[in-house]
Every structure is written in structure tokens, then in C-alpha cells.
């Protein structure tokens, strides 16, 4: 149990073209997601916390214009980078909060796989 | 405010050993969760094993375990019998009990010997 699933695992696109990540909770119900950024050989950056039905929480420094977090269901949630820039390029991973799964601390977090953005 | 503090950029080990990866935190809270994950080469992180800041026994999962020592804040992954495939960086994170953020240490990469 407590598989989070993420699409695409790649992407290359162009610089000022808009990219979508999707994050998806596939066994269990996600309150809520968090979206993370990670440069080469660095941590994890928590860049906003997203629960269902509402406005994402967005990190200091992390522009919301920017990245927008979409947490339209329970088990899904989505990153769009608008007008990508080459700066943009990095890491990208979710992880969700599950609640109350058998056998499991409520405090866990679940990550996705990644997806690696490459803007060109 | 909370920290985590992994102090080994880089550990070696030898395989079948036993392995000790450091983990120091800070925290004004008294209800949290440390947890570790394992990050190889493809990018996923994996979680490992959690322990709950009143929980009085050690944490174990397998060939890991945590040793939690709450007076020092500190909470050290051991891998016991180290295997190949355990070559990977690993984090050390918390989480306040209730709340959202889950903050990460710089991580210790392992690299296994044969």
C-alpha cells in the first residue's frame, strides 16, 4: 500500500512553454501533497504544501505565479510550470500524507517517483 | 525552529557490515516524528523507518534500525548486513505530529564495498 505515482518521469520542453506534473495517490486517500524540488546532489526543498479543495501554502521564495498547484481530488494533485526557463530545470518530486492506513504512522509521507524537467 | 543535521557527507562500508548513519535534530516541540528515507540513483525516495517522539522502544524494520536517543536529539540509522544495493543517500527528516512540513538533513551517501 501507500503508492504515489507521478507523470511524466521525463520531460524536455522549451523555454516559455508551460509543463504539468501530476501526482497521484493510488491506494489510499491523500488529505494532502507536498511538492518538492531537488538540485544535483542536494536535498529535498519543500516548495508548498497542497490539500484538497483549497489554496496551496506556498514557501518563502517559491513564486506562486510561477509554480501552480492544483489539488482538485483527493487523490490527485498537479505542478504546472508556466513559461519555463532553463533555470527551471530540476528535480521534482511529491509525496503525500495518508491518514489512518492500517499498519502505518499517520505522520508518514509517501513520495512519487520524480520528474526530471529539463527546459532547453 | 526545527533542524536536521546529517554531519557525514559520504560513508563507506564494507559488505555484510554493519553501518551507523548519523542524524541530529532540533526542535522545541514536544510531539514529533523522525523518519528516514533511501534515495538511489533512480531518484525515488524510499521511506525506511519511522519513530515517534514518545515512543520508548528503538524503531525496526528489517535490517534497519533506529537509534533514538531523545536527550541528545538524536535518532542514527543503523543498516545492519549491508547489501550492494543499499549504496544510495540517505535522509534523516522530522515532522511535528499535526503539522505539515516534513524538513530534510543534507543527507550521507553510502557506498557499499564488495
Known amino acids: 500500500g501507500a503508492v504515489v505515482s507521478q507523470h511524466p518521469s521525463r520531460v524536455i520542453c522549451k523555454s516559455g512553454t508551460s509543463v504539468k506534473i501530476e501526482c497521484r495517490s493510488l491506494?489510499?486517500?491523500?488529505?494532502?501533497m507536498f511538492w518538492y524540488r531537488q538540485f544535483p546532489k542536494k536535498s529535498l526543498m519543500l516548495m508548498a504544501t497542497?490539500?484538497?479543495?483549497?489554496?496551496?501554502?506556498?514557501e518563502q521564495g517559491v513564486e506562486k505565479d510561477k509554480f501552480l498547484i492544483n489539488h482538485a481530488s483527493l487523490t490527485l494533485s498537479t505542478l504546472t510550470v508556466t513559461s519555463a526557463h532553463p533555470e527551471d530545470s530540476s528535480f521534482y518530486i511529491c509525496?503525500?500524507?495518508?491518514?489512518?492506513?492500517?499498519?502505518?504512522?499517520?505522520?508518514?509521507?509517501?513520495f512519487g517517483p520524480g520528474t526530471r524537467l529539463t527546459v532547453l | 525552529a526545527q533542524k536536521i543535521t546529517q554531519t557525514q557527507p559520504g560513508m563507506f562500508v564494507q559488505e555484510k557490515e554493519a553501518v551507523t548513519l548519523d542524524c541530529t535534530y532540533d526542535?522545541?516541540?514536544?510531539?514529533?516524528?523522525l523518519f528516514w528515507y533511501k534515495q538511489p540513483s533512480s531518484g525515488e525516495m524510499i521511506f525506511l523507518i519511522y519513530?515517534?517522539?514518545?515512543?520508548?522502544q528503538n524503531a525496526t524494520e528489517g535490517r534497519y534500525s533506529l537509534n533514538f536517543q531523545k536527550a541528545r536529539k538524536s535518532a542514527n540509522l543503523v543498516i545492519s548486513a549491508s547489501q550492494l544495493g543499499d549504496s544510495a543517500m540517505y535522509f534523516c527528516?522530522?515532522?511535528?505530529?499535526?503539522?505539515?512540513?516534513?524538513?530534510f538533513g543534507a543527507g550521507t551517501r553510502l557506498f557499499v564495498k564488495a
Open positions: 519513530q515517534g517522539s514518545y515512543d520508548e
Open positions: 491506494d489510499f486517500q491523500a488529505t494532502t
Open positions: 526542535t522545541s516541540d514536544q510531539s514529533y516524528g
Open positions: 509525496s503525500a500524507s495518508h491518514w489512518g492506513l492500517a499498519g502505518s504512522s499517520t505522520d508518514t509521507q509517501y
Open positions: 497542497s490539500n484538497e479543495g483549497s489554496k496551496a501554502t506556498y
Open positions: 527528516a522530522m515532522r511535528e505530529t499535526g503539522g505539515f512540513k516534513t524538513i
